[in-house]
């Protein structure tokens, strides 16, 4: 059985912290040059966490674009919305939401992009069709999500290393998702 990462205030700023670290920033800083953001685009955030990709992306976009961040988790959201966004970029929103019910009318998007988030979710069709229905016609979606098996990890204790991946795939609902993620874009309507 999986079950979401539940995050409180402190594990909210630990996942933040990790993602301020140079490995993280440099994945969001790749994830925004493969969007090729233009100025003005409205963008959707799914799984938007502590806000920073969100912020990056309003940068991209500029004050006459949009970016809207939507994330389960409460105390990421509270982090989100504290976050300082310059003047002279695009305003961000956050909602909650997930990709059950993207609380967003049918073709509101240029741009929907998701991290580490897909590979927690048990339904991915109708994730997919949910990401669907609130993108505009040509629009753009860039998931990341991780094949835990890829995992390249040495520990002097291969035991504990082994239990330490199996305890964290359990919490995932496809820790193997990228193997048929394509598959489930194409039925979907997705090139």
């Not at 959707?44 to 006459?64: F, K, Q």
């Not at 609130?134 to 098996?149: E, Q």
């Not at 394509?182 to 309507?189: A, C, I, K, S």
């Amino acid at each position: 059985m999986t079950t979401m990462l539940e995050f409180d205030e402190g594990a909210s700023r630990q996942v933040e912290a990790i993602y301020l670290t140079d490995d993280v920033v440099g994945q969001r800083r790749e994830v925004v040059r493969l969007l090729g953001l233009t100025a003005g685009e409205a963008v959707l955030d799914i799984g938007s966490g502590p806000g920073l990709l969100a912020t990056d992306m309003a940068r991209a976009v500029g004050p006459t674009g949009r970016v809207c961040g939507i994330d389960v988790s409460d105390s990421m959201l509270a982090l989100a919305r504290g976050r300082t966004v310059p003047d002279g970029i695009a305003p961000v929103e956050y909602r909650h939401g997930g990709t059950d019910a993207v609380p967003y009318p049918d073709k509101s998007f240029d741009v929907v992009v998701s991290t580490q988030v897909l590979e927690y979710v048990a339904d991915i069709p109708a994730a997919l069709a949910e990401v669907s229905r609130v993108l505009r016609p040509g629009g753009r979606l860039l998931i990341l999500d991780t094949d835990w098996d890829s995992i390249v990890w040495h520990s002097t204790d291969p035991d504990r290393m082994r239990r330490i991946l199996q305890t964290w795939e359990q919490r995932l609902a496809d820790p193997f998702l990228p193997r048929t993620l394509g598959r489930h874009l194409r039925r979907t309507g997705f090139d």
